[in-house]
């Protein structure tokens, strides 16, 4: 008899340790004949009546799909069955539509072996909310940045994803650096007070670069070996994006890899094809059929919230570009087709809170290979003047908004591990076309800690909150240290107020602020 795998929203809200556990791991058959899901289940850009699902199975299976809006699944419907097979790693992920709004969605996975069709698994379930068609509280976690620095998974795993799981939120934006396909890891790190970092679980490609497609999907793989990462992944929907750790650090046309004993193969073109497929693979995000390997798109979340999800890696031009006062193609970072898709969309939407979820920050000054004379690695070009280089096209950007009369524009990044409040000002801005905005900074989720980065003060900004490592401490510190950071989004259905709040792995309230919406009646 099978045994069937339920979160119970009674367990969800109490939090329940042993529903955490259990469902963190995937239900495996006591016959070892049966196929096994490997990875658990994952949810993502889900709207209003729509959301994307995944899973991966240890052999080819034909797997079948049941979708129901009680856990019980009384009212299940059957959905088309699709085959797990090699050529995309047993991995398989689909759309589920015509889903009514605000409404507990329970999905449930079935493997049947292909070599052997009566061979079946037990089954897995996974849950998800659609998004509201009328007002009501919206909740939604934000960081970013997860294995990276030689910190994997030890025995207390990466708990900053069981912290952010007890705040069930509605969803979750992972900002990028979702994985750290440049990062090898060792068995153990020695700490600066002689203690032992342990990664306990380290298989063979975490042990070396990612320069095969195989490698690639692996890191993938690897962070969802851990068991908050699964337990989290079952009951919260996540929104993906990426930027530069899912392929190289730093990666752009003028990356340059024949110094880098590490990689056998030089091209970034070839590793950047490799990765972008692996992250497609490994991820629920949404396919776009004119443009199947886009990552930027629009997800609407109900009459308070649209999400603006941005791609500052697949369209930039090179870190090396001269910059000057003139928008080149060198010189862009979002592209002109991305662009004119932003702003088609932001003058479009009629959602009171309009998030622009970007994978980096606007003022923070990044340096690739953190000297300035190898260029700018983010967007600020260091020079505290008029806008130039790549914060040009954002200085177009911030004057359509402004000229559009788009109100309730918030920014929501990572990239930097550390967490910070920006309110960019335009009374003290060099470029000052703009309306004045916030801009909030979360992460690392289980990497090392660094910062804080120095600002441009081209748009104006005035730091209102900064948690990072002190100048004693160093940089890289583990993620046993603490400083792990998400953040939460909380708008209120009646006064429709976003209240934004920079947590740490401990669930430790660090910051907040609540932000009226502008040209709203309540």
Do not use: C
Request: glycine share 6%; no cysteine.
């Amino acid at each position: 008899m099978t045994r069937l795998i339920r979160p119970t929203r009674r367990a969800v809200l109490a939090g329940s340790t042993a529903f955490v556990t259990s469902l963190a791991m995937p239900a495996i058959s006591r016959a070892a004949s049966r196929p096994v899901f490997t990875h658990g289940v994952q949810s993502g850009d889900v709207d209003t009546s729509s959301g994307m699902i995944w899973t991966r199975t240890d052999r080819p299976a034909r797997i079948s799909m049941d979708v129901s809006t009680t856990e019980s699944f009384a009212d299940a419907r059957r959905l088309a069955f699709m085959d797990a097979i090699p050529t995309s790693d047993m991995t398989i992920k689909r759309l589920i539509g015509n889903l009514p709004s605000d409404q507990d969605i329970f999905y449930r996975f079935v493997a049947a072996d292909l070599n052997d069709i009566n061979a079946v698994s037990e089954p897995l379930v996974g849950r998800f909310r659609t998004a509201p068609m009328a007002r009501r509280d919206v909740r939604f976690a934000w960081s970013g940045d997860t294995a990276g620095q030689g910190w994997g998974i030890d025995d207390a795993g990466m708990a900053t994803y069981a912290t952010m799981a007890q705040h069930q939120p509605d969803f979750f934006i992972h900002s990028g650096d979702t994985v750290y396909a440049d990062g090898p890891m060792q068995d153990e790190v020695e700490l600066k007070d002689g203690t032992l970092w342990k990664n306990t679980v380290l298989p063979d490609e975490k042990r070396k670069v990612a320069e095969t497609l195989d490698e690639f999907r692996g890191q993938w793989k690897y962070n969802m070996l851990d068991q908050h990462v699964q337990a989290m992944n079952a009951v919260v929907p996540t929104f993906m994006q990426w930027d530069d750790h899912e392929v190289v650090n730093n990666w752009s046309d003028s990356k340059d890899l024949m110094s880098d004993d590490r990689y056998t193969e030089k091209s970034v073109h070839m590793l950047q094809s490799r990765a972008t497929r692996a992250f497609h693979e490994m991820t629920p995000l949404r396919i776009t059929p004119e443009e199947p390997n886009r990552v930027y798109r629009k997800i609407n979340y109900g009459p308070l919230l649209d999400v603006f999800f941005l791609d500052l890696r697949s369209y930039r031009g090179p870190n090396t570009a001269k910059v000057s006062t003139e928008l080149t193609e060198d010189q862009r970072v979002l592209g002109a087709e991305q662009m004119a898709w932003l702003k088609r969309e932001l003058a479009a939407s009629e959602a009171t809170w309009k998030v622009i979820a970007s994978d980096q920050p606007i003022g923070l000054i990044v340096w690739d290979n953190f000297r300035e004379q190898s260029g700018a690695e983010g967007i600020a070009d260091g020079q505290d003047g008029p806008a130039m280089g790549r914060e040009v096209e954002l200085a177009e950007l911030l004057r359509f908004i402004k000229t559009a009369k788009i109100d309730n524009t918030v920014w929501f990044t990572a990239d930097v591990h550390y967490t910070a409040a920006h309110y960019y000002n335009p009374d003290k801005a060099h470029f000052q076309d703009f309306e004045p905005f916030w801009e909030f900074v979360s992460g690392p989720l289980h990497a090392g800690t660094f910062g804080p980065n120095a600002m441009d003060a081209t748009f104006g900004p005035e730091v209102k909150y900064v948690k990072a490592p002190t100048e004693a401490q160093g940089v890289n510190l583990p993620p046993s240290m603490g400083l792990q950071f998400f953040g939460l989004v909380d708008i209120d259905g009646q006064t429709q107020q976003m209240k934004v709040s920079l947590m740490d792995r401990a669930d430790t309230l660090l910051y907040s602020v609540t932000l009226d919406p502008k040209g709203i009646s309540i």
